[in-house]
Structures are given as C-alpha cells and as structure tokens.
C-alpha cells in the first residue's frame, strides 16, 4: 500500500510575509524524517497545510498522491497530527477522549491499560480539563496511537515537556517509526539525532539542505579538522588564516572548504607545532544547523 | 457513524457545561415563580387561560433566546482555539462537524425549551384545567424558532475566534439592537419589520390569544400615527425559518474556508 508524503512547491504567503517559498519533498519510506529550522522558518505552516488547517498559496500537499486542498477527507484518512499546542476536550475524561478518538476514525476500542503503561498516562478517569501540560500531552498522543494512522505528523511534540515526558515521546517515536512514516519539526537538535533518520533543514521559507543523518552530518564535519597537539600550541593567530577554535588546552577545530588542497595546507602549517593526531572534526549536526541556518 | 459520533461527543459537551447546568435550573425556576406567587395569592390570578399563557410565552421567548445565544454561542468558534488542533485535523467534513454542533446545541437547547413548555403547561392544567387549544403549534414554532436561533447565534460564532464575544454580540443583537430597530422602523416608519427574527417571533404569543390579532393596527397620538404590525402566522413561520437557512449557509460559507493560522 502507498504510503507517501510530498510537496510541490508550497508557498505560502500572510499578507506581505512569505512564509514558504517554493518548498519541495516526497516522503515514500517508512521511516522518522526530520523537519528542523529556526522559529519562524516555514516548518509549523508546512505542518498546517499537511493537515489542512491551512490552505496553500500556490503549490500542492500530497498524502498518498491525494491533494490535501481538494480532498482533506480523503487525504487525511491515514494521518494522526499533532500541531501547534493541542488539547484534548477538557470536558471529557482521559479514558473518553482516547476513546473518542478510536471512535471517529472507525479504528478498533484501543486497548487502555497497554497506552497507560506504554505512556505513563494518569488516571483514566480524571477531566482532561484536570491535567497538567504534560499530562495533556501524553493523552494526546496516546489518542494518536489509537487512531493508528500509517503517518504521523508532529510539530514540535516535545515543547513544554519534562526530560521524563520527553524520553517517552522519544521511545514512542522511535517504536512508531518502524512501520509508519513520521515527520517531526523540530528545533531540537538533540531529539532530531537520536530519532530521526533523514533531515530536511527549512530556513526563511525554503528547503536548504536535506540527507540522512549520517551524511548530513558527515558533510559538514568533513570541512573542520580536529587536529591534537602534544601541548598547547602558540602563535596560530599568525600561522593560519582559516577560523579555528581551541577545544580545551592541545586540541584545536580548524574549518575549512573541504577540499584537500586546504587540508593539506593547514596540516602542513600544523605539524611543526608538534601535532599529535588529527582527523575529521565530528562536529556532527549541531554544526551542520550552525552553517546551514546561521 | 461519525456523525452519530460527533452528534453524542457535542451533545455531551453542552449537557457538562456549567452554562447549561446553570440555565436549566435557573429558567425552570423562574418559569414557575409567577404561577407559584399566583398560587400563594401574591399577585392576582390571570382571569383566564389565555392571559395566563400570554404571560408565560412573553417570558418563554426570552428564555429561548438567552438558551440559544449561550448555548450556541461557541459552536464554532472553539475549533479556533487549541481543541481546533484535533477536530479540524480528523478526516471528517467541516460540515458534518458543524451539523452535529447545530443539532447538539440545538437539542441542548430544546432540553431547556421542554422544561419550560413542560413547567407552563403542568401550571396551566392544575389552575385552569386545560390549557390554549393552540399549545401544539405554539410548541412547534417555538422549536423552529429555537432551532433558527442557534443558527443565527452559529452565524455569530464562524465570524469570532472568542466564544464569550459571540455570545455577548448575539445577545446584543437580538435583545438590544433589533428590538429599537423594529419600534423604529414600525412604530414610527410605519414599515413593517418582516426582515427581523424578534418581529416574526411574535407570532408565537399571538398564537396564545383567543383571537389572532390584526396584521395591522394603528393608532393617532396627536398628530402622530402609530404603527402596530403583527405577523401572519405563515408570515412568522417564513421568516423564522429564513433566518435558519441563510445564518446557516452564512455559517458554514466562514467555517469551511476558515483556517487556523
């Protein structure tokens, strides 16, 4: 069965801002895929036109080839959302709400006790109206896993949560992930490293740079050098003219384009001031975030 | 099926909120309180049954009215808050969400209007014996006129993002401003105002009396002439019914395009 997830050139404008410009993707593997960017980047307006709380300027949202504008109904038969800063209906209990949830969708009485344990949700009985954000939040998502949807999206699911309360959301994901697809906004790089398994990074609107997370991560530490000195080294302010930065008192980050003209050159000024090892900074997402976005 | 969801989960969702919980008992409670005075020989008994039941509807349309306004009055505008987040994003129709909201604070609604009816007729039989040979059509224009004010007050709710807005603009709107604009307009223009919901509502206690009254009447003070229009009963009818229709379609043309940016 098809399951796929894809923009063709989303732009999205309020008023004089654009808020996406141009945006392109195709999801078809199940799998976590990451959505990273900096507030105000395009990555809760995507979010929005995938489950049809916005309409796009121009440009189309796909879930399983049907156009989420023309056929919300249809398209979003399979897709469990959590977007912006959700709640469950506070007039109804815990128990009530998964259960309602299961019910609209036509899926099967979800089993409880198991979402309890699995998400560590409080008291079946008590108000929605009762609970505290994180509380809220786990009810939410349990309501998610009952709907069984075959995609997932989550905006920013661990905003507002406790390390505990994010380690469950992190666990789920993971779980989640092996038979469906996920697709998580994130500014976390931390969560995105550890549950994501391919990265689209939006800035100002526009896809800039996309990958697994290996090689994303691999790209952008093979331009710095990790290069360790027997002690600490002295005068490499006149020595180099690339950027560096010390790490600590003998190891020292030096970037560069990635070429192995530079690399060698920069070794070549190094090893006279006693290097002791040297290799591929691993620098890993944080600095592909920190070149990529700024 | 998930209307008949949607339908139950709406109907449940008014039936717990404390507005309705408040209102039930509150209009019971003062629908009976003139019968009881009457009872208690506080204030003097109505001659008949038809001025008993004439006093009884001109509380009744207020009633109606305020049930409707705050009952309604967040139909649509709480998916614009963050209970919006879920509804909106299910694969169900905006208009089969927003029909079983019309039909749930409809039914929330008529709750309250069959306790009133049923209080007022309870009285009615026990001091007079009987009650207006009227009674099944004064309950019936009644329910359509309860019906196209939550339509009305629904209307109201698609253009706000605040509940408590919506229900203070409907209740402004139908117990303020079309009362002065319907004596403006009949009293002193002598036009009659058949484009207000509160003009045709009328009929209801018009049909409580023992004879219909005129369509018009129209009295000199001075050299002044005073105007006095009273709906037909189809007239009524047509009205009520209008406004249903067009505050429903003015409604769901706002909530199906709305989006929650």
New interface residues.
């Given amino acids: 069965m098809l399951v796929e997830l894809s923009a063709e050139n989303l732009t999205k404008r309020?008023g004089e801002t654009l808020a996406l410009d141009g945006v392109s993707f195709k999801i078809d593997g199940k799998g976590c895929y990451g959505y990273l960017g900096p507030n105000g980047a395009g990555k809760t307006t995507t979010m929005?036109i995938f489950?049809?709380?916005?309409?796009p300027t121009s440009g189309h949202a796909f879930i399983n080839g049907v156009d989420v504008r023309r056929e919300?109904?249809?398209?979003?038969?399979g897709?469990g959302?959590?977007?912006?800063?959700?709640?469950?209906?506070?007039?109804?209990s815990v128990r009530?709400f998964i259960e309602?949830?299961a019910?609209?969708?036509?899926a099967p009485k979800p089993d409880l006790d198991a979402l309890k344990a699995r998400l560590d949700l409080p008291d079946l009985q008590r108000r929605c109206s009762n609970l505290s954000k994180g509380q809220r939040r786990r009810v939410?998502l349990a309501?998610l896993v009952a709907q069984s949807p075959e995609i997932l999206i989550l905006d920013e699911p661990s905003s507002g949560l406790d390390p505990k309360e994010a380690q469950i959301l992190r666990d789920l994901i993971r779980e989640l992930k092996k038979d469906r697809i996920v697709l998580l906004s994130s500014h976390l790089l931390y969560e995105v490293s550890i549950v994501c398994d391919y990265l689209y990074f939006i800035y100002r609107g526009k896809i800039v740079e996309e990958g697994s997370v290996e090689d994303v991560s691999k790209k952008f530490a093979s331009k710095a050098l990790k290069v360790e000195f027997y002690s600490r080294p002295e005068k490499l302010d006149g020595l180099l003219t690339h950027q560096f930065e010390f790490e600590g008192e003998r190891h020292v980050v030096v970037y560069y384009d990635g070429s192995d003209a530079q690399r060698r050159e920069i070794l070549d000024k190094l090893y006279p001031l006693g290097v002791r090892s040297f290799g591929d900074a691993e620098l890993g997402l944080e600095e592909a975030y920190r070149q990529v976005i700024g | 099926m998930v209307f008949r969801v949607l339908y139950s989960e709406n109907l449940k969702f008014y039936t717990r909120t404390r507005r309705f919980q408040v209102i039930l008992p509150l209009f019971a409670l003062l629908s009976a309180l003139e019968p009881l005075l009457v009872l208690a020989g506080v204030v003097p008994k109505p001659p008949d049954v038809y001025a008993f039941t004439q006093g009884a509807l001109a509380q009744f349309s207020e009633y109606v009215l305020l049930a409707c306004a705050v009952l309604a009055g967040d139909a649509i505008s709480r998916d614009f808050s963050r209970e919006g987040y879920f509804t909106l994003t299910q694969p169900v129709r905006r208009s089969e969400i927003m029909l079983a909201r019309f039909l749930s604070a409809f039914t929330a609604a008529l709750i309250v209007l069959l306790v009133i009816v049923g209080i007022g007729v309870g009285f009615s039989e026990y001091m007079y014996s009987g009650v207006v040979p009227n009674i099944i059509q004064i309950t019936l224009v009644g329910l359509l006129y309860a019906a196209s004010l939550t339509a009305f007050v629904m209307m109201f709710s698609s253009l706000s993002k605040s509940a408590a807005l919506s229900i203070v603009t409907a209740i402004l709107v139908l117990i303020i401003a079309m009362p002065i604009v319907q004596s403006v307009v009949e009293f002193l223009s002598g036009v009659e105002p058949w484009f207000l919901i509160t003009y045709a509502s009328e009929v209801i206690s018009n049909l409580a009396q023992q004879s219909y009254p005129p369509h018009l009447v129209t009295e000199r003070f001075g050299s002044r002439t005073i105007y006095l229009y009273s709906p037909g009963t189809l007239e009524g009818v047509a009205i009520i019914f209008g406004y249903l229709v067009v505050s429903g379609l003015v409604a769901w043309a706002v909530y199906s395009r709305k989006e929650l940016k």
């Fill in positions: 309020f929005k489950t049809n709380l916005l309409r919300p109904v249809r398209a979003l038969r897709v959302s959590l977007v912006e800063d959700p709640e469950p209906y506070g007039y109804l009530e309602f949830a019910r609209i969708r036509g939410y309501a």
